[in-house]
Every structure is written in C-alpha cells, then in structure tokens.
Nanobody, 119 residues
Framework: VQLVESGGGLVQPGGSLRLSCAASGFTVSNHGMSWYRQAPGKERESVAAITSADGSTNYADSVKGRFTISRDNAKNTVYLYMNSLKPEDTAVYYC?????????????WGQGTQVTVSS
C-alpha cells in the first residue's frame, strides 16, 4: 500500500499548482480521501476531502473557493487544484486515505510534498 504525492514546488502569490496523490495497493474510490497540510511550527490541518460514497467534497474555510479536490478512478489518483495561492498556503501537503475493515478504521498517509508560495 502506498500513496505518493507530487506536484509541489515554488510558486508566486496568485499562482496555481496541481498536486497529485497516486495510490497503489488499494482503490481510492473505496476510501475517503483527504489532503492535509502542515506549516512550520503549526499543527497538521485538513484542507479538503472527498467521500467514497458519493464523491461529495468539503473544504477548510481558508481554502474554500480557491482549492478543488477531485478523484480520477481510472488512474487511482486524487488531485488538489490550488488557485490564487497565498504565502500562508506554504506548507508540506499530505494525502490521506481512510477506510474501515472489520469495523476497525485505518488510515494511509503519503510522504508529503512541499508547496512554497513566495515572490
């Protein structure tokens, strides 16, 4: 089982990035998928999530209207489209999968990808 994030980098304020989270060993459409981020000196926070049941999404207030989470079942990949980026969006971004097996919850995490928003 593996989650591999990619697409991070350095971008100017107002710019855009697309993060990818490629899964192997399990099916993303059967799991709740989320993006988290952690800035230096801060706790990890949830940014966006998409459900397994109907693909509904929800977002942190700080990114609502700027970020979009989506899922490509054929590629077994989840994306985070980030627009109108701000310096405060600078963080390591992580992908997480959550599921339940035999009534016990479990989670998979990726290794993270750095996003830096700076002029």
């Amino acid at each position: 089982v593996q989650l591999v994030e990619s697409g991070g980098g350095l971008v100017q304020p107002g710019g855009s990035l697309r993060l990818s989270c490629a899964a192997s060993g399990f099916t993303v459409s059967n799991h709740g998928m989320s993006w988290y981020r952690q800035a230096p000196g801060k706790e990890r926070e949830s940014v966006a999530a998409i459900t397994s049941a109907d693909g509904s999404t929800n977002y942190a207030d700080s990114v609502k209207g700027r970020f979009t989470i989506s899922r490509d079942n054929a590629k077994n990949t989840v994306y985070l489209y980030m627009n109108s980026l701000k310096p405060e969006d600078t963080a390591v971004y992580y992908c997480k999968a959550r599921g339940v097996q035999l009534w016990r919850p479990y989670e998979y995490w990726g290794q993270g990808t750095q996003v830096t928003v700076s002029s």
